[in-house]
């Protein structure tokens, strides 16, 4: 299925459930798919994890791909998309030992990192920090990702039938 007529469906599904419907609507944001781990997808929804960062070797999404205001569909690894929250800022940063520091400094209690998530990145060459606004813990819809990309931004308001990354099961 193409991406555009799963957002359609997506969208069809969503308004079947009260709080879906209520938080998706008839937006016309741009949106992305943000597939997390454990613990941070619960940190999120306790509200403990307020900023989502995604560290990568090359400048790929959500690297200057996210603005503010863009919805962030949460999808369990392995599972359903069970939330979603609200990008209320965005910060993209090439990454040298001092921006990494600076980094760990003024974001490890929003990001909710210890020092092995720092030492983990520790050869990232950027970074993307995304304010977590209004994070929503929705009844899970399930969804088909066929690649292993962790973050995918979805072409929901094209027609174009490129892409096919998500399927609705």
Known sequence: MKIGMAWQQFLETARSHEEW???VGES??????AVMIEPFLSYIFEGQKTIESRFSSHAIAPYRQIKVGDLVLLKRTGGPVVGAFIASSVEFVELHDRELDRLRRDY????????????????????T?????NPVELP????AKADRRGWV??????TSNEHEQLTLI
Not at 129 to 133: D, P
């Open 108 to 127: 490890s209690t929003a990001i909710c990192a210890d020092e092995e998530f720092w030492q983990a990145r520790s050869d990232k060459r950027y970074a």
């Open 129 to 133: 920090l995304i304010g977590v606004n």
């Open 21 to 23: 419907s209520a938080f």
């Open 153 to 158: 931004p979805l072409d929901v308001h094209s």
């Open 28 to 33: 016309k944001r741009n949106v992305h798919l």
């Open 140 to 143: 899970p819809l399930p969804i």
